[in-house]
């Protein structure tokens, strides 16, 4: 195959549902493409997701897509995610163009933008085609939505501009695969089902054999061969896209050596900053909706948001709140993380309306800082050390530290005892404090995602959680290299998918 020539070729995964595997999927495809020597690029034309990514430029894009460059060992763009959307309500998303958050539209407002958008669609995906062999495409949700076809910008409609191969995916997990599959073929218009080049019927389990004479079923009534069964797996860790993915059967603190109880905002945003600790043997997380759950955690963690001051009063109504101040009061270390730090706080200042038409929310109280929410959102890649030596991080004064900034409120760090340094910020060198504590070191805030990422800080935090149960934590598991799962998710795909019939309808082999 000739390399050199452009545009790259392209093939889209959809799905016959949201969680479907579809970004996992993908993710495999961009690691074995480059694995086989071709230059890789992930694309998926709009996002709605609050889980988000820094680029090493400062650019904004889903996570999924930052997960898949790396798979494919490219560096994250703008061009791979060129429109974010961030939900802010039932109504309302903040949208993201090209990296950069452009305004809070309802759905007929965006929908208006789509022509616009659309261009700008187009325009990334032949910059990737240009750049490289082949474009792994993903697209949203389910193509077969008629109530939202009209208005299609990820799905059929890009697979159609770029006369993408689909693999569409079912989610045998779920139950009720075949009509997934049959379904969606039937609700597709003839010329989009002509792109459909295979099915993949994912997250099985069992014996293969059960399925009978299912997959011929399959090819029989929709014309397509099923191109794939994909076993189920739980022992590669690839970071999830949205919060369907919280695991709701993960160990109980009550078999565990230290229980992390993180509160599951309505909005919660960049959950997978807590994957490191599901890792971490003896350490139970759970994600806590309700004050019956709250039980006697030996950490709290308030995570990100999208929306700080609605989720605040989320915690307020539910009880959550005042357990999670009661729990400090009785000698429980509270970790905030970006929106989280952000209401530990005295309080939350918006005199422009940014955040809520409220000029002033009280925050919890917890650290002396005071939040100014502004127009501009932050988006850097950051490195930096740790400067404190106390409380939760008394083990690991001076550690270096690696994550990444995404916030709009900015919180003065004058007179505070901050816990971090950033020495530099989307590749600049920068003296920046970050963070905030209390007096006796239990309370810490940040705006650091991937904070627990950091084996020093992580192990640091828990340790301080165990001596307050008093026990010892076994020693730590080896940190889970994010390169290596990608091999053995490829090495799993490739063992389910007919590769060959991938290479051929991607026009990558005879």
Same mark, same amino acid.
């Given at each position: 195959?000739? !390399?050199?020539?452009?545009?790259?070729?392209?093939?889209?995964?959809?799905?016959? @549902? @949201?969680?479907?595997?579809?970004?996992?999927?993908?993710?495999?495809?961009?690691?074995?493409?480059?694995?086989?020597? =071709?230059?890789?690029?992930?694309?998926?034309?709009?996002?709605?997701?609050?889980?988000?990514?820094?680029?090493?430029?400062?650019?904004?894009?889903?996570?999924?897509?930052? %997960?898949?460059?790396?798979?494919?060992?490219?560096?994250?763009?703008?061009?791979?995610?060129?429109?974010?959307?961030?939900? +802010?309500?039932?109504?309302?998303?903040?949208?993201?163009?090209?990296?950069?958050?452009?305004?809070?539209?309802?759905?007929?407002?965006?929908?208006?933008?789509?022509?616009?958008?659309? $261009?700008?669609?187009?325009?990334?995906?032949?910059?990737?085609?240009?750049?490289? $062999?082949? %474009? %792994?495409?993903?697209?949203?949700?389910?193509?077969?939505?008629?109530?939202?076809?009209?208005?299609?910008?990820?799905?059929?409609?890009?697979?159609?501009?770029?006369?993408?191969?689909?693999?569409?995916?079912?989610? #045998?997990?779920?139950?009720?695969?075949?009509?997934?599959?049959?379904?969606?073929?039937?609700?597709?218009?003839?010329?989009?089902?002509?792109?459909?080049?295979?099915?993949?019927?994912?997250?099985?389990?069992?014996?293969?054999?059960?399925?009978?004479?299912?997959?011929?079923?399959?090819?029989?009534?929709?014309?397509?061969?099923?191109?794939?069964? #994909?076993?189920?797996?739980?022992?590669?860790?690839?970071?999830?896209?949205?919060?369907?993915?919280?695991?709701?059967?993960?160990?109980?603190?009550?078999?565990?050596?230290? &229980?992390?109880?993180? /509160?599951?905002?309505?909005?919660?945003?960049?959950?997978?900053?807590?994957?490191?600790?599901?890792?971490?043997?003896?350490?139970?997380?759970?994600?806590?909706?309700?004050? $019956?759950?709250?039980?006697?955690? &030996?950490?709290?963690?308030?995570?990100?948001?999208?929306?700080?001051?609605?989720?605040?009063?989320?915690?307020?109504?539910?009880?959550?709140?005042?357990?999670?101040?009661?729990?400090?009061?009785?000698?429980?270390?509270?970790?905030?993380?970006?929106?989280?730090?952000? /209401?530990?706080?005295?309080?939350? =200042? &918006?005199? $422009?309306?940014?955040?809520?038409?409220?000029?002033?929310?009280?925050? =919890?109280?917890? =650290?002396?800082?005071? !939040?100014?929410?502004?127009?501009?959102?932050?988006?850097?890649?950051?490195?930096?050390?740790?400067?404190?030596?106390?409380?939760?991080?008394?083990?690991?004064?001076?550690?270096?530290?690696?994550?990444?900034?995404?916030?709009?409120?900015?919180?003065?760090?004058?007179?505070?005892?901050?816990?971090?340094?950033?020495e530099s910020r989307s590749g600049q060198t920068v003296d920046l404090p970050d963070g905030a504590m209390d007096a006796d070191g239990l309370?810490?805030?940040?705006?650091?995602?991937?904070?627990?990422?950091?084996?020093?800080?992580?192990?640091?935090?828990? +340790?301080?959680?165990?001596?307050?149960?008093?026990?010892?934590?076994?020693p730590p598991a080896d940190d889970v290299e994010p390169s290596a799962e990608y091999d053995k998710l490829a090495a799993h795909v490739r063992?389910?998918?007919?590769? &060959?019939?991938?290479?051929?309808?991607?026009?990558?082999?005879?």
């Open positions: 195959m000739d !390399t050199n020539a452009h545009p790259a070729r392209v093939i889209m995964v959809q799905g016959t @549902s @949201s969680h479907a595997g579809k970004s996992v999927l993908a993710t495999a495809l961009c690691r074995i493409f480059a694995q086989d020597g =071709l230059r890789v690029a992930p694309f998926k034309a709009q996002n709605m997701s609050l889980n988000s990514y820094a680029t090493p430029d400062g650019a904004e894009i889903g996570r999924s897509q930052a %997960v898949q460059a790396a798979a494919a060992f490219a560096a994250p763009r703008a061009e791979m995610n060129p429109v974010l959307l961030k939900p +802010e309500g039932e109504r309302l998303s903040q949208v993201v163009l090209m990296g950069r958050p452009l305004k809070a539209a309802s759905v007929r407002e965006y929908h208006a933008m789509k022509p616009a958008v659309w $261009d700008m669609v187009t325009s990334a995906l032949a910059t990737l085609r240009a750049d490289n $062999d082949v %474009v %792994v495409i993903e697209g949203a949700g389910s193509p077969a939505e008629i109530n939202l076809k009209r208005n299609d910008i990820v799905n059929m409609r890009v697979a159609l501009h770029a006369n993408a191969p689909v693999l569409l995916v079912g989610d #045998i997990d779920r139950g009720g695969v075949f009509a997934q599959i049959v379904g969606t073929m039937e609700l597709l218009e003839p010329e989009e089902r002509a792109l459909v080049k295979g099915h993949v019927i994912n997250k099985f389990r069992g014996d293969p054999s059960l399925l009978g004479n299912g997959l011929d079923f399959l090819h029989a009534r929709t014309g397509v061969p099923v191109a794939g069964v #994909i076993p189920h797996f739980t022992d590669i860790l690839i970071p999830e896209e949205d919060s369907l993915g919280l695991d709701p059967k993960a160990r109980s603190g009550a078999e565990a050596a230290v &229980d992390v109880a993180v /509160m599951r905002l309505p909005h919660v945003a960049n959950f997978d900053d807590f994957d490191p600790l599901h890792n971490e043997p003896a350490v139970a997380v759970r994600y806590v909706g309700r004050a $019956d759950e709250f039980g006697d955690p &030996d950490l709290v963690v308030i995570p990100g948001s999208k929306t700080t001051v609605a989720d605040l009063d989320w915690l307020r109504a539910t009880g959550l709140a005042e357990r999670t101040l009661a729990h400090r009061r009785a000698g429980a270390p509270v970790v905030g993380i970006c929106a989280g730090y952000q /209401m530990l706080g005295d309080a939350l =200042l &918006d005199p $422009d309306g940014v955040e809520s038409p409220r000029p002033r929310t009280d925050g =919890l109280g917890l =650290l002396r800082a005071t !939040t100014t929410f502004a127009g501009h959102k932050a988006t850097h890649q950051v490195s930096g050390r740790v400067v404190e030596g106390r409380g939760l991080l008394a083990g690991c004064r001076g550690a270096e530290v690696t994550a990444y900034e995404i916030h709009m409120g900015v919180t003065p760090q004058e007179g505070l005892p901050h816990p971090f340094v950033l309370t810490l805030g940040t705006y650091l995602h991937g904070l627990f990422h950091n084996r020093a800080v992580r192990r640091s935090i828990l +340790e301080c959680a165990a001596r307050r149960r008093g026990v010892t934590l076994p063992r389910h998918l007919d590769m &060959d019939l991938v290479y051929r309808v991607t026009g990558l082999a005879e």
